[in-house]
């Protein structure tokens, strides 16, 4: 008997529907989320506040002008830098809006400011910047085009939120989930390098200065490590993929928050690598499915959420499908769902371009629109092979009665992060070579500051130790100075 092709079209479009679509309230997971996150960013951020963000730390606004160009000039932070209570002040209103966002208080505009001041400070300050921040952007941004409110939210409870079912398929939805997929599709294409292909990037990655004392404990294991090797490549490129099975999807969904929570913690217990842990998955939390939800509520016997259906009937399937695929009737809906999926497809390209699938193809004023709305972005983690040495920072200081004293130059993640780039930079008169003296004016202020008014810092010098790495662990360490001057001249 021949297939009606009605009915076959129908359910192509309602497994369609099943595999792409979020649940509202995992959409309100993720806001709160989100939230959190920003709160945590904006925290770990503005205990390096003077250093990292104002003029008088390491990059100042004409250093960072000549470094980025005229496009800062998009940025708050940039001109609150002047001074320090200025720049606080920026940090507050951003710790304000994602507390706005994490109970659900104008939760669009309350995104808006959050992508917005988000990716202000990240302009700010690119030199710190890491892969995780991209992320944390890029789901704000995402964000934009969804009901992130319509549950748990302040605005459902005063009402400002229009009754709709729980399962949501739009444009959007498709651009946030594949979103979150190709973090891991393009880092785990661009990873082609010797290490990761004889199962020893694990090794070398651990040797480096971001171990922690579990990843140090862990090099013992060489052949745990090239496990884990291979593993990290197979879920980076197929973990994925679990998450859009077409069948019994709830369930795989589930197994694949649950993966991808586990390689991030054990990324987390491995590495120090700031916050990119944390807000990766957060991202996962979109994937939540409805059962999770039912079940939840059938476990506590309190109804989340009254009048509503966690997956659409066969007759809503039917009679509403067309248009919850274009984004729903409102006419907003509809545009916010058609612009999701023209910038997805923007994203897809980018991607495709910097990891050398295609040929360069988008022309300039598209790639200059896509840099305005912050959608730039490179997936490289360890790719295409870890890096093959390793640098350790500390400052030496000689005090007034020439007694000397060393400490790690690399107070947090992000310090490690800029004096690894400042540090090789190639040209001794770029911006960022140039900025290494900033940080040592920055850092015999602080000296001298937490010893008062007895023996003061005279001179003090930033020293990196490089070792070569090998299959055998790291070499002998070669001392370089990367800067010295003398502070009383400051």
């Known amino acids: 008997m021949t297939p009606d092709p009605i009915l076959l079209t129908r359910s192509v479009r309602a497994k369609l529907r099943e595999l792409f679509g979020v649940d509202l309230r995992s959409l309100a997971l993720l806001r709160i989320g989100l939230g ?38 998009l940025s708050a932070h940039y001109w609150a830098s002047a001074h320090p209570a200025l720049q606080a ?3 507050g209103i951003t710790a304000g809006c994602a507390l706005a966002l994490i109970v659900g208080w104008r939760s669009w505009l309350a995104t808006a400011a959050c992508w917005y001041l988000v990716a202000s400070v990240q302009v700010r300050q690119p030199e710190v910047y890491m892969g995780g921040d991209s ?20 605005d459902g409870w005063r009402g400002r939120v229009a009754a709709r079912p729980d399962w949501l398929t739009s444009g959007a939805t498709v651009a946030l ?57 197979f879920i980076e490129l197929f ?11 709830a369930a795989f969904r589930v197994v694949t928050v649950l993966l991808f929570w586990g390689f991030h913690a054990g990324l987390a217990a491995t590495m120090n690598i700031g916050l990119f842990p944390l807000f990766s998955m957060v991202a996962w939390l979109a994937f939540v499915p409805s059962q999770v939800w039912e079940r939840l509520r059938r476990a506590t016997r309190v109804r989340l959420k009254p009048d509503t259906t966690t997956v659409p009937s066969a007759a809503y399937v039917v009679s509403g499908l067309s248009r919850t695929l274009a984004g729903g009737p409102d006419v907003r809906a509809r545009l916010a769902s058609i612009s999701a999926g023209v910038l997805l497809a923007y994203v897809v390209v980018l991607l495709a371009e910097r990891a050398d699938v295609i040929p360069r193809m988008l022309p300039r004023p598209v790639i200059t629109v896509g840099q305005l709305l912050r959608l730039q972005q490179t997936w490289n983690m360890f790719a295409p092979n ?105």
């Open 36 to 73: 959190l996150s920003v709160l945590v960013d904006v925290a770990v951020r503005a205990s390096d506040l003077v250093g990292l963000y104002t003029d008088r730390g390491v990059l100042p606004r004409d250093l960072l002008l000549a470094l980025e160009g005229r496009h800062v000039y």
């Open 89 to 91: 002040t920026l940090f």
């Open 135 to 154: 992320i944390l952007r890029l789901l704000l941004f995402w964000g934009l085009f969804l009901p992130l409110g319509a549950r748990f939210s302040l």
């Open 177 to 233: 989930l594949l979103q979150v997929c190709l973090i891991y599709w393009a880092t785990g294409i661009r990873k082609t390098g010797d290490l990761w292909w004889n199962g020893q990037a694990v090794f070398y990655a651990l040797h480096s200065e971001l171990a922690t004392p579990f990843g140090e404990w862990l090099r013992a294991f060489p052949s745990v490590l090239e496990v884990l090797t291979y593993g990290t490549l």
């Open 239 to 249: 973990g994925s993929f679990i998450a859009f099975l077409p069948f019994r999807n």
């Open 386 to 490: 870890p890096a093959r040495s390793t640098a350790y920072f500390e400052t030496q200081v000689v005090l007034a009665n020439g007694a000397k004293m060393t400490a790690p130059a690399a107070t947090s993640f992000r310090w490690q992060i800029y004096l690894g780039r400042a540090a090789a930079a190639r040209s001794a008169d770029s911006p960022l070579a140039r900025s290494l003296f900033r940080f040592a004016q920055h850092r015999c202020a602080v000296w001298n500051s937490s010893r008062g008014d007895s023996l003061p810092t005279v001179r003090l010098a930033l020293v990196g130790h490089v070792s070569e790495l090998s299959a055998d662990g790291p070499g002998r360490p070669s001392t370089q100075t990367v800067v010295d001057v003398r502070c009383e001249t400051l």
